[in-house]
């Protein structure tokens, strides 16, 4: 397994930007695809954006599509997510997490480790 360190996290206005960050470490970064999902008080925990071992294919839910996109750095050992245009409903705990599937997956039980979360709340 890999282990996931998340940042970037905080709080802004509606309308404003953030850029998360997720370091991971170990040697085999590149062997994982990658993904981040949120989780809002009271409710599940949803997918936002993945992306495929080399990063060359990208997936992300429709409520962040256009506004949020995933990348990777596998000489840094590193995925962010930046997120633009935010809304009061982007409010949620995210999470970076990765798999050692080959195809891009949404579901967050084919995810093998899990960072700590970093909160993000949007005000108005």
């Known amino acids: 397994q890999v282990q996931l360190v998340e940042s970037g996290g905080g709080l802004v206005q509606v309308g404003g930007s953030l850029r998360l960050s997720c370091a991971a470490s170990?040697?085999?970064?590149?062997?994982?695809?990658m993904g981040w999902f949120r989780q809002a008080p009271g409710k599940e925990r949803e997918f936002v954006a993945a992306?495929?071992?080399?990063?060359?294919?990208?997936t992300y839910a429709d409520s962040v599509k256009g506004r949020f996109t995933i990348s990777r750095d596998n000489a840094k050992n590193t995925v962010s997510l930046q997120m633009n245009s935010l809304k009061s409903e982007d409010t949620a705990v995210y999470y970076c997490?990765?798999?050692?599937?080959?195809?891009?997956?949404?579901?967050?039980?084919?995810?093998?480790?899990w960072g700590q979360g970093t909160q993000v709340t949007v005000s108005s």
């Open positions: 997490a990765a798999n050692s599937h080959i195809v891009v997956v949404t579901i967050p039980s084919e995810y093998d480790s």
């Open positions: 170990g040697r085999n970064f590149r062997t994982y695809a």
């Open positions: 992306i495929s071992r080399s990063g060359s294919s990208t």
